[in-house]
């Protein structure tokens, strides 16, 4: 049983690995969900340095009633101190997550990275994976302590996101004139927070999850950021369909 947040792909990639049938998170609609299994796991990207808050959501009302549980995160550039954050972080809610693995993939986070240079680079993901299955197939209880330089990036990126906050907030995404309706980016983002107003995608809240499902997914390049590496580029995991991105996050799918 495994349970994943994906924005552009990659931990869909990663959750299908482990079970082909991985149930998405936005898509879990009971407030207090009970799972039973020998094994349950949740993927997810780390965000700055630690899980989205909607996978936290969903762990903080959800119960698993299981003597496995494992997390894969998935990452860009760097995982930080994520594993040994995240660990923590479930301990104090009363979660015992006992293996946290994690797979360097694209950074899509777009205001700092090249897509077409990321997807450029092998980092021998196919490799990682293997490692990582077989760790859980022998049931290895283990998450990796955090160097001092990982706590420093943790700590300097939060610091980043208070002094701006538009770096990771969503306040800097913006539909442009270039929008033409088609409605791709109300059905890929995981908290609806996308309507078609007057034939033109408009934000319902100016913040979001910031996890860039809608940039990324758009076919008309006409949802931007004030700031970007490279405009032109844009990023899906090579194995994953935007039919499967659209049934992960639609929001309305009943």
């Keep these: 049983m495994v349970f994943y947040f994906t924005a552009t792909g990659n931990s869909l990639y990663v959750a299908k690995q482990f079970d082909p049938d991985a149930v998405s998170i936005p898509q879990v609609k009971e407030k207090a ?3 039973s299994a020998d094994a349950i796991g949740i993927v997810c990207p780390v965000y700055c340095g630690e899980p989205p808050t909607i996978v936290l959501d969903f762990m903080k009302r959800a119960t698993f009633d299981t003597p ?3 997390m894969v995160l998935t990452y860009g550039k760097d995982v930080s101190d994520a594993p040994e954050f ?3 972080q479930l301990a104090a809610l009363g979660i015992d997550v006992k293996y946290i693995g994690t797979v360097h993939m694209v950074d899509n986070y777009l205001p700092v990275f090249d897509m077409d240079a990321q997807k450029d680079m092998d980092k021998h993901i196919d490799a990682q994976l293997e490692a990582v299955k077989a760790d859980i197939a022998a049931r290895k209880e283990y998450v990796p302590a955090a160097s001092c330089r990982a706590k420093k990036l ?8 208070r002094l701006m906050p538009s770096m990771n907030n969503g306040s800097a995404l913006r539909v442009t004139e270039d929008c033409y309706g088609c409605g791709i980016c109300t059905q890929v983002c995981p908290i609806g927070n996308l309507k078609l107003k007057n034939g033109k995608s408009e934000r319902i809240e100016k913040t979001c999850l910031f996890c860039l499902a ?3 997914a758009c076919p008309g390049n006409a949802i931007r950021l004030k700031k970007e590496k490279n405009p032109n580029a844009r990023y899906r995991n090579e194995h994953v369909s935007l039919s499967e991105l659209i049934e992960a ?3 309305k799918i009943i």
């Design 33 to 35: 969900p009970v799972y």
């Design 86 to 88: 995240t660990k923590a």
């Design 154 to 161: 943790h700590k300097s990126a939060a610091v980043m996101n």
């Design 68 to 70: 496995y549980l494992y």
């Design 214 to 216: 809608c940039i990324h």
């Design 249 to 251: 996050n639609n929001q």
